[in-house]
Nanobody, 122 residues
């Protein structure tokens, strides 16, 4: 059973990246999925969330209008499209199951994948 975030890298301000959260050994269809990030020296924070059916999404105010979460259950993958990236978006990004989507927080049931580093710098 594994959850793996990928797609991070170095990008200039104003650039874009698409992160993927892929599951192996279990089916993502059944789960709400949250995206979280942790910048150096800061606490982990919720970025976005998508319901199992993709019928509901939620975003942190800091990323609204720039980030879009989606899922392809056929590919067992959830995506985070990040546009107009800013230096303050620099962080390790994680995906997790069983988030509290209304609060953009994790729960004791959340299963975490390994993170992927996003660096926004000129």
């Amino acid at each position: 059973v594994q959850l793996q975030a990928s797609g991070g890298g170095l990008v200039q301000p104003g650039g874009s990246l698409r992160l993927s959260c892929a599951a192996s050994g279990f089916t993502l269809d059944w789960y709400n999925i949250g995206w979280f990030r942790q910048a150096p020296g800061k606490e982990r924070e919720g970025v976005s969330c998508i319901s199992s059916s993709a019928g509901s999404t939620n975003y942190a105010d800091s990323v609204k209008g720039r980030f879009t979460v989606s899922r392809d259950n056929a590919k067992n993958t959830v995506y985070l499209q990040m546009n107009n990236l800013k230096p303050e978006d620099t962080a390790v990004y994680y995906c997790a199951t069983d988030p509290d989507c209304s609060r953009l927080s994790w729960t004791p049931l959340s299963y975490w994948g390994q993170g992927t580093l996003v660096t926004v710098s000129s």
